[in-house]
Every structure is written in C-alpha cells, then in structure tokens.
C-alpha cells in the first residue's frame, strides 16, 4: 500500500509538472535542441566524411586564439546571467534591463576589439600569401561576433515564450547550414570556411532580429565595475577550467599530434556536443528558473527543493543517453566514418560528461546563490586535477579526454560536498 502510494504521488507529481508552462518551454526548448543536434550533427558528419582529418585539423587550429580571448567577456557575462534574472525575480524591472544596457556596451567594445584583430591577422597572412590561413583567421571574425555578441542575445532570451523562439531560431539556421553543405563538397577546405562564417552570422542575426527586449547599449562605468566584481569571481574561475583548458588540451594535442591528431580530436568534441544538447538545454532553462526563484525566496534550499524532481528527471535521461552513445558509436563511426576511427575511445570516454552534467543540474544554485569560494575552489581543483592528469600520462588525445572527465568529476564533489556541509552547519545552529 505504501508503494502504491509512492507510485501515486510521483505520478501525479509529473501531472503538475507537465501541465506547468516550465515543462511547455523545456519540452520546445529541449525538443528544437535534438533536432538542431541531430540535424547540426548529421551535417557535421557529412562534411567530415568529405573532410580529411589533416584538414579539419587545419582548419580547427585557428579557433585556439579565439577561446582564450573569450576572457574578454568574462568581465560582465556571468553578473549578466545571474543578475538580469535575479532582479526581474525581484519585480525590479527597471534596474535589470539598466543592468543589460551596460552589459552590452561591453560586449559591443570587446567584438569590435576581437573583429580588428582577425582582420589584422588576415590581412597579414593575405600580404605574406598564406590564402589558406587568410580565411582561417577571417572566419574566426564571424566566430568571435557570435562569441561575444552572440553571447549576450543568448541571456537576453529569459521567459519561457522567448525560449521557444530562441529553439525556432536554432532550428532555421540549422536548416540553412544544412544547404550550405554544398559549399564544402565543392571547395573542401574553402567551402568549410564558408559554411561556418554563414552559419555564425546567421545565427547571431537571428537572435538579433528577434530579440524579445532590445535596449540601447549604456556606458555606466560605476554600474559596469559593480557588474564586473560579480562576473569575475564567477568568469575567471569559469574560464581557467573551461575555455582556457579546452584551449590548452587543442594546443597540446596540435603541438605532439599534428593536425590530424586535432582534427581526430575535434570530431569527438563535435559528436560530444550533439549528446550534450538535451543536458545543455536543461542547463540553461534551470540557470533562469532557479536563480529567479533565489530572487524571490533567497533560500538555497528551497531552490534545492524545487529543483529536485526536474533535476532527477534529467539526470535519468543523461544516464540513458550516455549508454546509448556507448552501444552505438563504435560500429557508426566504423560504417560511416572510417578516416575517424582513431576518435572513437575519445568519444567513449567524453560520453561520461553526459552524466556529469546532468548529475550537476542541481548545483547551479551555487552561481544563484552567488558561493564564490566554493565555485572557484571548485574550478581550481578541475583545472589543476586535468593538468596533473595530463603532465603525467602520455600526451595523446586519448589521455587528454580521459584527464577531462576526470576534471569535472572533481569539481563535482566538491560543489556537492559544500551544499552538504553548508545544510549540516545550517541544521546545527538551528539546533543551538
């Protein structure tokens, strides 16, 4: 009787959930994102198998310089992610979209900046006659708009009626890039460099042109400082383990693996980030609802406690995913990629990603909550972990995936292992 009970009262818990307008934009959110993967994916596959992976290597080594200037916009990216929501949850209207105004004049100066110097190095490798890495680096011009830019339209997308048309969005630039296909049978690697400048640009007018709240940009030096002491505790952190890392491991696997090495290794991070996209769709969703939620009740675990059915949900389907990319991708990659073969235990390893970031799901309340020591020790003990990992073993692809995951699994326990020593402390004083 108790276990009919249970069975009752999560069914009917799933029947509340379901009828929620949050489960209305997460199953369109989520739903465009499959098929954006799926569709994206199958482009990615096609053009790969036109592709050598010399040049995809070749072609990939440029976007290196391009992660680590994402720095840039650390400055205000993550105090925008977290205060544009938090306030509106507040009912300050007025205050968040002051708080947006100056967050874009600062994305706005950082992708004029970025755009002077691709142009600059292009034009230096068009005078030397390096054709090749001309358009290499004029297409990271493209890459760096829809970085910088491109990054803050994303935040500006909060409710769930803008969620669906950010997916709509999605969905017809994927749609586009698949035409554009053509390009890369055509040219190789001139074509591929086409194709992605297309497809960068098109993305960002997209979220442009359908903006659901267009401000002007605003330059409040004394706003901008107060923006930026909340991002950097967050961004640097953020970006030593993420952007700075990913750029590292390329360079590391360029340096002892040529270009064929990275290209091999590109193709495994593509096909990661196809599996990642139900898990990412979720990321970002549950980053506005739980910080919202912060906003109106400023209690960790109540956001926790709301949060917690969703989160298990994900979690399941992370688990199902990742044994389905277990089962599937050895003999795929054998019948309809066979020049990447060398990319399928990398592929295998990065899998588990999957269940780390849905098993991670509840631990965005620590950037709600704004926890800057606990989300840089955090980050601190990824990047360090990864490096460890890394100096020690050989310096092959393989390894690098594996020092990765080994990475976030750390900063995992450590995000748990707070929340957990946080809610012990709480309940003795309570107890006092």
Same mark, same amino acid.
């Given at each position: 009787?108790?276990?009919?009970?249970?069975?009752?009262?999560?069914?009917?818990?799933?029947?509340?959930?379901?009828?929620?307008?949050?489960?209305?934009?997460?199953?369109?959110?989520?739903?465009?994102?499959?098929?954006?993967a799926?569709?994206?994916?199958?482009?990615?596959?096609?053009?790969?198998?036109?592709?050598?992976p010399?040049?995809?290597?070749?072609?990939?080594k440029?976007?290196?310089?391009?992660?680590?200037?994402?720095?840039?916009?650390?400055? $205000?990216?993550?105090?925008?992610?977290?205060?544009?929501?938090?306030?509106?949850?507040?009912?300050?209207?007025?205050?968040?979209?002051?708080?947006?105004g $100056?967050?874009?004049?600062?994305?706005?100066?950082?992708?004029?900046l970025?755009?002077?110097?691709?142009?600059?190095?292009?034009?230096?490798?068009?005078?030397?006659?390096?054709?090749?890495?001309?358009?290499?680096?004029?297409?990271?011009?493209?890459?760096?708009?829809?970085?910088?830019?491109?990054?803050y339209?994303?935040?500006?997308?909060?409710?769930?009626?803008?969620?669906?048309?950010?997916?709509?969005?999605?969905?017809?630039?994927?749609?586009?890039?698949?035409?554009?296909?053509v390009?890369?049978?055509?040219?190789?690697?001139?074509?591929?460099?086409?194709?992605?400048?297309?497809?960068?640009?098109?993305?960002?007018w997209?979220?442009?042109?359908?903006?659901?709240?267009?401000?002007?940009?605003?330059?409040?030096?004394?706003?901008?400082?107060?923006?930026?002491?909340?991002?950097?505790?967050?961004?640097?952190?953020?970006?030593l383990h993420?952007s700075?890392?990913?750029?590292?491991?390329?360079?590391l696997?360029?340096?002892?693996?040529?270009?064929?090495?990275?290209?091999?290794?590109?193709?495994?991070?593509?096909?990661?980030g196809?599996?990642?996209?139900?898990?990412?769709?979720?990321?970002?969703?549950?980053?506005?609802?739980?910080?919202?939620?912060?906003?109106?009740?400023?209690?960790?675990?109540?956001?926790?406690?709301?949060?917690?059915?969703?989160?298990?949900i994900?979690?399941?389907?992370?688990?199902?995913?990742?044994?389905?990319?277990?089962?599937?991708?050895?003999?795929?990659?054998?019948?309809?990629?066979?020049?990447?073969?060398?990319?399928?235990?990398?592929?295998?390893?990065?899998?588990?990603?999957?269940?780390?970031?849905?098993?991670?799901?509840?631990?965005?309340v620590?950037?709600?909550?704004?926890?800057?020591?606990?989300?840089?020790?955090?980050?601190?003990?990824?990047?360090?972990?990864?490096?460890i990992?890394?100096?020690?073993?050989?310096?092959?692809?393989?390894?690098?995936?594996?020092?990765?995951?080994?990475?976030?699994?750390?900063?995992?326990?450590?995000?748990?292992?707070?929340?957990?020593?946080?809610?012990?402390?709480?309940?003795?004083?309570?107890?006092?």
């Open positions: 009787l108790l276990k009919n009970n249970i069975f009752i009262a999560i069914i009917d818990k799933f029947r509340l959930i379901k009828k929620s307008p949050s489960f209305s934009s997460l199953a369109i959110f989520a739903g465009g994102n499959l098929f954006v799926i569709l994206g994916g199958l482009g990615g596959l096609i053009q790969a198998n036109w592709l050598n010399e040049v995809f290597g070749e072609f990939r440029y976007s290196i310089l391009t992660t680590y200037l994402s720095l840039g916009y650390c400055v $205000v990216h993550d105090g925008l992610i977290r205060q544009y929501p938090y306030l509106l949850g507040k009912g300050d209207t007025k205050a968040a979209l002051h708080i947006a $100056v967050a874009k004049w600062w994305y706005s100066f950082i992708t004029i970025y755009i002077s110097v691709f142009t600059v190095l292009s034009i230096i490798a068009l005078l030397n006659q390096h054709y090749r890495a001309a358009i290499g680096w004029g297409a990271q011009i493209t890459s760096s708009i829809l970085m910088t830019y491109g990054a339209l994303a935040v500006m997308y909060r409710t769930s009626a803008n969620f669906k048309r950010l997916s709509f969005n999605n969905i017809i630039s994927t749609v586009l890039g698949t035409f554009e296909l390009f890369v049978k055509i040219w190789d690697y001139w074509g591929l460099a086409i194709r992605f400048i297309i497809l960068n640009l098109t993305s960002v997209l979220n442009h042109h359908f903006l659901p709240v267009k401000v002007k940009a605003l330059f409040d030096y004394k706003e901008l400082r107060n923006l930026a002491k909340i991002s950097l505790r967050f961004s640097v952190p953020g970006y993420s700075a890392l990913m750029a590292s491991t390329n360079a696997i360029l340096y002892f693996s040529g270009e064929g090495g990275l290209g091999i290794f590109a193709m495994a991070v593509m096909i990661q196809m599996a990642l996209t139900f898990t990412d769709a979720l990321n970002q969703i549950f980053y506005v609802k739980i910080t919202t939620k912060y906003g109106e009740t400023e209690d960790v675990y109540k956001c926790l406690r709301y949060a917690r059915f969703p989160a298990l994900g979690f399941l389907v992370s688990v199902i995913l990742t044994i389905s990319l277990l089962l599937i991708i050895s003999p795929f990659i054998h019948f309809v990629l066979p020049k990447y073969d060398a990319s399928i235990n990398i592929i295998q390893i990065l899998s588990f990603s999957i269940i780390l970031k849905g098993a991670s799901l509840p631990l965005i620590i950037g709600s909550a704004l926890w800057y020591k606990t989300f840089t020790f955090g980050c601190i003990v990824n990047f360090c972990f990864t490096l990992i890394v100096i020690i073993s050989p310096k092959t692809p393989t390894m690098i995936a594996a020092a990765t995951i080994s990475g976030q699994f750390a900063e995992m326990c450590v995000g748990y292992g707070s929340l957990i020593w946080n809610y012990r402390r709480i309940k003795i004083a309570n107890r006092i």
